[in-house]
């Protein structure tokens, strides 16, 4: 896995990637997700859902309450915005540091357990934050209107120009809106992943799949796997909170829903759909939850009848009630069928689909493989 | 000298009496072996030794250190490291990662938070790994995931990523359990070669040819009591001993 890498295959690596993602405008128009606010997600869910790979991908650990963090970073970015102004930069630092010292906390006492007693223990946190963030510590969420930044707020590092500018967070004068939201969203995305992907080459990379294979004979190793488990954790919980700050840079507004536990279940299907443990996966299986959930949501009856309008009559009206039970508001119904597709044919996600594909085109030339080893792509 | 010293451990489970007054040493350099009937308590005896299980009284001297009380990660860094009756590897990991973590263990103590170093770029590691798979035989197989070895050559990577750290006490348990006469043989052949670079090592062992073609001096254990001690010839010609293992016959 990891001794058939070296630095310059990870750079051109790293180098097409980010080409890929700095160009989804263009190349993800003609399917109709060129757009800024998907293209935002895409980024932003991208970036939670590699995080969360570092911890459930390597270590196996499988974290149901990864939202709080989301959350948590939300609200310290809209209180960065209110209090310090409208630059996105102070924001996302602030929101990593408390999503970190909130993942130290929740970690240091969720990892007593291992396997499904560390998946209640975070679930039972992350909705303890919910619920929470509507009753108790609505002075500092706000309840139920959610948190959003006011013409009265001190903003003390945007001086003067506070008063009239516009309260959308904006960089050396650009507003983090559209595209240049994007842009902003991909650039951190690009780090993060720069980042994940060091962590996948490093010795520390290494413990954490020990952790993940056993952790007897790493007791037994002399090596203790609670620090090497927690500090997963806590760089996860970041990678998090940083991905809820962009979400407020993009729409200044943090709202408790967004530490609920379907939003914690979504991060889990987007890295199992693209496929746990690999660098890429987690990445593709938010892109694709995302524009499932953004243009088949969007399709109505309207929609599916101009696309079987070929169709003669007696079949078209048939052929769009049934199809038009899988959209709209019945997305849900086409993710479901796609992830239970997934998960029976290709366990390993997309990636296993796509490192199929590729063996498959080396294979036919009449070459086979040479190691035993079956070695997932990236 | 002396590297390990036991004295009056006693370890009950429930009404029944595991391990009766122990007292038990090992001479540095040298390898000893502890047999005895199914149920002696072995195992438990191995278990108390490196904090799997903790003894309800005596203590358990490594040097100077007392090994009571220590958690297992501690005990590997003080220099005890363990083989298991069942193969205990990094099953998903290839063979070479799977000695570049105990040599890393070994180097960096018990947590390093290397997140920005490369493992690949590591050559320390890497070839001081590499080395250890040829001195076992599995270094034309260092690139493949080890969950696919042979049991036979588990037990070879296991005992390589022992060897890897260097210790000064390799505990084994049961090495040749459950392995064919050829397979038995290669691991004997194996624990001698390794015997040269002066490791002490204990060995519970169930099959008389391993202990006999290895061991300097014997334990034989029996109900949770030592009931003999010394070089396997004594051993194999005390009464008691034929009498508790073999149940009188001759060996």
């Given at each position: 896995?990891?001794?058939?890498?070296?630095?310059?295959?990870?750079?051109?690596?790293?180098l097409?990637?980010a080409?890929?993602?700095?160009?989804?405008?263009?190349?993800?128009?003609?399917?109709?997700?060129?757009?800024?606010?998907?293209?935002?997600?895409?980024?932003?869910?991208?970036?939670?859902?590699?995080?969360?790979?570092?911890?459930?991908?390597?270590?196996g650990?499988?974290?149901?309450?990864?939202?709080?963090?989301?959350?948590?970073?939300?609200?310290?970015?809209?209180?960065?915005?209110?209090?310090?102004?409208?630059?996105?930069?102070?924001?996302?630092?602030?929101?990593?540091v408390?999503?970190?010292?909130?993942?130290?906390?929740?970690?240091?006492?969720?990892?007593?357990?291992s396997?499904?007693?560390?998946?209640?223990?975070?679930?039972?946190?992350?909705?303890?934050?919910?619920?929470?963030?509507?009753?108790?510590l609505?002075p500092?969420?706000?309840?139920?209107?959610?948190?959003?930044?006011l013409?009265?707020?001190?903003?003390?590092?945007?001086?003067?120009?506070?008063t009239?500018?516009?309260?959308?967070?904006?960089?050396?004068?650009?507003?983090?809106?559209?595209?240049?939201?994007?842009?902003?969203?991909?650039?951190?995305l690009?780090i993060?992943?720069?980042?994940?992907?060091?962590?996948?080459?490093s010795?520390?990379?290494?413990?954490l799949?020990?952790?993940?294979?056993?952790?007897?004979?790493?007791?037994?190793?002399?090596?203790?796997?609670?620090?090497?488990?927690l500090?997963?954790?806590?760089?996860?919980?970041?990678?998090?909170?940083?991905?809820g700050?962009?979400?407020?840079?993009?729409?200044?507004?943090?709202?408790a829903?967004?530490?609920?536990w379907?939003?914690?279940?979504?991060?889990?299907?987007?890295?199992?759909?693209?496929?746990?443990?690999?660098?890429?996966?987690?990445i593709?299986?938010?892109?694709?939850?995302?524009?499932?959930e953004?243009?088949?949501?969007?399709?109505?009856?309207?929609?599916?009848?101009?696309?079987?309008?070929?169709?003669?009559?007696?079949?078209?009206?048939?052929?769009?009630?049934?199809?038009?039970?899988?959209?709209?508001?019945?997305?849900?119904?086409?993710?479901g069928?796609?992830?239970?597709?997934?998960?029976?044919?290709?366990?390993?996600?997309?990636?296993?689909?796509?490192?199929?594909?590729?063996?498959?085109?080396?294979?036919?030339?009449?070459?086979?493989?040479?190691?035993?080893?079956?070695?997932?792509?990236? | 000298?002396?590297?390990?010293?036991?004295?009056g451990?006693?370890?009950?489970?429930?009404?029944?009496?595991?391990?009766?007054?122990?007292?038990?040493?090992?001479?540095?350099?040298?390898?000893?072996?502890?047999?005895?009937?199914?149920?002696?308590?072995?195992?438990?005896?191995?278990n108390?030794?490196?904090?799997r299980?903790?003894?309800?009284?005596?203590?358990?001297?490594?040097?100077?250190i007392?090994l009571?009380?220590?958690?297992?990660?501690?005990?590997?860094?003080?220099?005890?490291?363990?083989?298991?009756?069942?193969?205990?590897?990094?099953?998903?990991?290839?063979?070479?990662?799977?000695?570049?973590i105990?040599?890393?263990?070994?180097?960096?103590?018990?947590?390093?938070?290397?997140?920005?170093?490369?493992?690949?770029?590591?050559?320390?590691?890497?070839?001081?790994?590499?080395?250890?798979?040829?001195?076992?035989?599995?270094?034309?197989?260092?690139?493949?995931?080890?969950?696919?070895?042979?049991?036979?050559?588990?037990?070879?990577?296991?005992?390589?990523?022992?060897?890897?750290?260097?210790?000064?006490?390799?505990?084994?348990?049961?090495?040749?359990?459950?392995?064919?006469?050829?397979?038995?043989?290669?691991?004997?052949?194996?624990?001698?070669?390794?015997?040269?670079?002066?490791?002490?090592?204990?060995?519970i062992?169930?099959?008389m040819?391993?202990?006999?073609?290895?061991?300097?001096?014997?334990?034989?254990?029996?109900?949770?009591?030592?009931?003999?001690?010394?070089r396997?010839?004594?051993?194999?010609?005390d009464?008691?001993?034929?009498?508790?293992?073999?149940?009188?016959?001759h060996?």
């Amino acid at each position: 896995m990891t001794m058939n890498s070296s630095p310059a295959r990870d750079t051109v690596f790293f180098l097409i990637f980010a080409a890929a993602v700095l160009t989804m405008p263009i190349w993800l128009a003609p399917i109709g997700a060129g757009y800024p606010d998907l293209l935002q997600k895409f980024a932003i869910f991208g970036l939670f859902a590699t995080g969360f790979n570092l911890l459930f991908g390597l270590t196996g650990y499988l974290s149901f309450g990864h939202a709080a963090f989301l959350g948590v970073g939300s609200y310290t970015a809209v209180w960065s915005f209110k209090l310090l102004g409208m630059n996105p930069i102070p924001a996302a630092i602030l929101a990593v540091v408390t999503s970190g010292i909130f993942a130290l906390a929740i970690g240091y006492v969720s990892l007593r357990r291992s396997g499904i007693y560390f998946s209640i223990l975070t679930l039972a946190f992350a909705q303890m934050s919910y619920n929470l963030a509507y009753s108790v510590l609505t002075p500092i969420t706000n309840g139920e209107t959610g948190l959003r930044v006011l013409e009265s707020d001190p903003r003390i590092l945007d001086g003067s120009a506070a008063t009239d500018g516009p309260l959308i967070s904006s960089l050396f004068g650009i507003e983090m809106t559209g595209y240049a939201g994007f842009y902003f969203c991909a650039a951190v995305l690009l780090i993060g992943f720069f980042v994940a992907q060091r962590i996948f080459r490093s010795p520390f990379g290494i413990m954490l799949r020990a952790v993940k294979t056993n952790q007897n004979r790493m007791n037994y190793t002399g090596l203790n796997p609670r620090p090497y488990t927690l500090a997963a954790f806590v760089i996860s919980g970041m990678y998090a909170g940083l991905a809820g700050a962009l979400m407020c840079i993009t729409d200044p507004l943090a709202g408790a829903e967004r530490m609920q536990w379907t939003a914690s279940g979504e991060v889990v299907l987007m890295t199992i759909l693209g496929g746990a443990g690999t660098l890429l996966g987690p990445i593709f299986g938010a892109a694709l939850i995302k524009y499932f959930e953004n243009i088949f949501s969007a399709f109505n009856e309207q929609t599916l009848h101009e696309i079987f309008g070929f169709l003669p009559d007696f079949l078209e009206y048939p052929v769009v009630a049934v199809s038009s039970l899988f959209v709209g508001e019945g997305w849900h119904l086409t993710l479901g069928v796609l992830f239970m597709l997934i998960v029976i044919f290709l366990p390993g996600g997309l990636m296993e689909g796509i490192s199929r594909i590729f063996r498959a085109f080396k294979r036919s030339p009449g070459k086979t493989n040479p190691t035993g080893a079956t070695a997932p792509a990236e | 000298m002396e590297i390990l010293r036991v004295e009056g451990v006693n370890k009950s489970f429930g009404g029944l009496k595991a391990l009766n007054n122990v007292n038990f040493s090992v001479e540095e350099g040298t390898v000893h072996a502890i047999i005895g009937p199914n149920g002696a308590g072995k195992s438990t005896f191995l278990n108390c030794m490196i904090g799997r299980l903790a003894p309800d009284t005596g203590s358990v001297m490594f040097g100077d250190i007392s090994l009571t009380g220590m958690k297992p990660y501690e005990i590997n860094q003080a220099g005890v490291s363990r083989v298991f009756q069942t193969p205990e590897i990094f099953a998903e990991l290839t063979l070479l990662e799977n000695v570049m973590i105990p040599t890393m263990a070994k180097r960096d103590g018990e947590f390093a938070l290397h997140a920005f170093k490369r493992l690949d770029q590591d050559a320390e590691i890497r070839d001081k790994a590499l080395h250890m798979l040829e001195d076992v035989g599995l270094a034309e197989k260092s690139g493949t995931i080890s969950g696919a070895l042979s049991r036979g050559d588990k037990r070879r990577l296991e005992l390589a990523m022992c060897l890897s750290q260097d210790p000064k006490l390799l505990l084994l348990d049961e090495p040749t359990a459950g392995m064919s006469r050829a397979d038995t043989n290669n691991t004997i052949d194996l624990l001698k070669r390794i015997s040269d670079r002066g490791i002490t090592k204990v060995v519970i062992e169930h099959d008389m040819h391993v202990v006999f073609s290895l061991a300097k001096k014997v334990t034989v254990l029996a109900q949770g009591t030592i009931i003999a001690e010394g070089r396997p010839e004594d051993i194999k010609g005390d009464p008691r001993v034929q009498e508790a293992y073999l149940g009188g016959a001759h060996l």
